[in-house]
């Protein structure tokens, strides 16, 4: 089982991926996973998804009971992803666009 910040930062790459790609090719290629099987999207889900911070983000999460959320930070405007932590706190991913370093 993957852990689930590696299952929310892999959500959240595949939201990005779809806003930045205006049409979705059903013969795309199968990526592979490091380590793993060869894996196939089997589910594709679109929503809209309006702005709100972070707090309002952490009422969703627990109220759809899902590990992570995919939304639109109403602060920065950028897609984040917020997830329940086995410590039973929460934690943010908030992308950035840099050099990777």
């Known amino acids: 089982m993957k852990p689930f910040w590696l299952a929310a930062a892999?959500?959240?790459?595949?939201?990005?991926?779809v806003a930045?790609?205006?049409?979705?090719?059903?013969?795309?290629p199968t990526a592979t996973?490091?380590?793993?099987?060869?894996?196939?999207?089997?589910?594709?889900?679109?929503?809209?998804?309006k702005p709100m911070p972070p707090e309002e983000a952490m009422l969703q999460l627990e109220l759809i009971g899902h590990d992570f959320f995919v939304f639109?930070?109403?602060?920065?405007?950028t897609v984040n992803v917020i997830y329940k932590?086995?410590?039973?706190n929460y934690g943010?991913?908030?992308p950035s666009r840099g050099n990777g370093a």
């Open 72 to 77: 639109v930070n109403a602060d920065s405007d």
């Open 85 to 88: 932590r086995r410590d039973g």
């Open 20 to 28: 930045q790609t205006p049409t979705a090719s059903p013969e795309a």
């Open 92 to 94: 943010l991913i908030e």
């Open 33 to 49: 996973l490091p380590d793993e099987e060869q894996a196939v999207i089997v589910k594709t889900k679109q929503f809209n998804m």
């Open 10 to 17: 892999a959500a959240l790459a595949a939201v990005q991926a």
